[in-house]
């Protein structure tokens, strides 16, 4: 199906495609279009101006801030990250996961800042940046503020970035010590996900992230909490699933009841966690 006649817009600074943002109603940001182009030919998103970001390379890159934050541009790839240096140093979880999102085509044109901002249940950096406790810094006309993972991700399709806003960076804190897991089933070798599962483990603790469970990434603080002072083996941490599964209210479709996706949280989320434990420094 064709697009829609629609306005477009391509600003040379991250200034002026705020300005472009706030000045139109119905303005959308065009990151690497993955979603967007096709959810405008189904016409079930019709924008007047699409603000095109392709220009902004201050958006492209990715390094560390002065206290050793790694920050992910919003207009890089998953290619670039998959590639990167600077991620296979401070976390390369991220760059695992990355290679496994759809193909190598959409890998060389998906954004970082589209995949997060799209928020599809079944995207694979929501839950991952939520486990490895990201934040999210957003750009308007008056301001910049900081979002951490746990309150950016409000609903399908729906995140804490406003009208008139635009996500600029991704700030994930280095591994150090901890170890990192990402497990799940998918529809297909590269395809969606049914349910997934991020984890990391820590001198400060246990994050598990959920995904394709709800509207947005869930956090498994029971488990998590149960997991305290645990030795990590197979038979404490199934233990420690116990009644994950019970606790969600995921959806049903031709792809898996939900009492299918609530066994596959607490099966995922095992996997996850063993496989963060086992990546742990000194484990």
């Known amino acids: 199906m064709l697009l829609r006649e629609v306005d477009y817009a391509r600003p040379s600074t991250v200034e002026e495609a705020v300005a472009l943002l706030a000045g139109y109603e119905g303005a959308r940001a065009l990151a690497g279009g993955q979603t967007i182009v096709n959810v405008m030919k189904s016409r079930a998103a019709a924008p ?11 958006l ?96 399908v399709y729906l995140t804490a970035v406003g009208e008139g806003e635009l996500l600029t ?32 483990v820590s001198d400060d603790g246990v994050r598990i992230a959920l995904g394709c469970v709800a509207a947005a990434p869930v956090r498994a603080t029971a488990m998590e909490d149960r997991l305290a002072g645990s030795d990590f083996s197979a038979d404490s941490v199934a233990a420690a699933a116990q009644g994950l599964g019970a606790s969600l209210d995921p959806p049903s479709d031709v792809h898996g009841s939900a009492d299918y996706r609530r066994h596959l949280a607490e099966v995922s989320a095992v996997r996850a966690v063993l496989q963060a434990a086992g990546r742990r420094k000194g484990a």
């Open 48 to 58: 007047d101006v699409l603000v095109d970001l392709a220009n902004l390379e201050e």
């Open 60 to 155: 492209r890159t990715i390094g560390f801030s002065a206290d050793g934050l790694l920050e992910i541009g919003a207009m890089v790839t998953c290619a670039q990250l998959v590639n990167s240096s600077e991620v296979d140093v401070a976390r390369p979880i991220l760059a695992e996961v990355a290679a496994t999102i759809a193909d190598v085509q959409v890998r060389n044109r998906g954004t970082v800042g589209g995949n997060v901002c799209v928020n599809d249940p079944t995207n694979h950096l929501p839950p991952l940046l939520v486990a490895l406790g990201a934040t999210f810094t957003i750009r308007s006309r008056e301001s910049e503020r900081t979002v951490p993972a746990d309150e950016f991700f409000l609903g």
């Open 169 to 200: 960076k991704v700030s994930v804190p280095p591994s150090n010590d901890a170890g990192d897991g990402f497990a799940g089933v998918t529809i297909g070798k590269h395809g969606t996900y049914i349910v997934d599962a991020a984890a990391t």
